[in-house]
């Protein structure tokens, strides 16, 4: 089997970060989940560059911190959908290069039907969509491209 892929998983509920982050388990590895979206501005680009943030807004995650296999994608819950090309703008500024962070987003597509928020139901369905795409994105050799780009699921 190969190693597990590093990502970073955004949301604002932790009851359904863990379920996302076993669910996950054993192809993609949650590093860091950040609670929320403000501590994600600050979080992502440190856990991104393979260092703890000071201060965590969660304890989910391996913790697993390293600059020889950083993250290569950040997933994003519905909570961040109003707004989010200005957040996720907020935190690819903090990268130099003219390629930002090199991270694949992975945004939640509230067109597609879904349980409601919170139920054992709406945990297993995000899994499924998202296990979808990464396993997509995973095919396509897009991890670690270094090329940044947003995805829905």
């Known amino acids: 089997m190969s190693e597990a892929i590093p990502i970073i998983l955004c949301g604002a509920r932790e009851s359904i970060g863990a379920g996302v982050i076993a669910g996950l388990k054993p ?3 949650v590093v860091h989940f950040i609670l929320n979206r403000e501590p994600s501005i600050a979080e992502i680009p440190l856990v991104a560059r393979g260092q703890k943030p000071a201060t ?4 989910l995650g391996t913790g697993n911190f390293s ?6 994608a950040v997933i994003t819950g519905g ?3 109003e707004g989010y090309d200005e957040f996720r703008a907020e935190v690819e500024k903090q990268f130099d290069g003219p390629g930002g962070s090199g991270l694949i987003w992975l945004r939640q597509d509230g067109n597609k039907p879904a349980p409601t928020v919170g139920t054992p139901e709406y945990g ?7 296990r979808e795409q990464l396993d997509a994105l995973k095919e396509k050799g ?3 491209s270094g090329k940044s780009g947003v995805y829905w699921y």
Do not use: H, I, Q
């Open 79 to 81: 909570a961040y959908s």
């Open 27 to 29: 192809e993609y590895e």
């Open 56 to 59: 965590s807004s969660s304890s």
């Open 67 to 72: 600059k020889d296999r950083p993250p290569v």
């Open 124 to 130: 297993n369905v995000m899994v499924e969509r998202l």
């Open 142 to 144: 897009v991890f670690g």
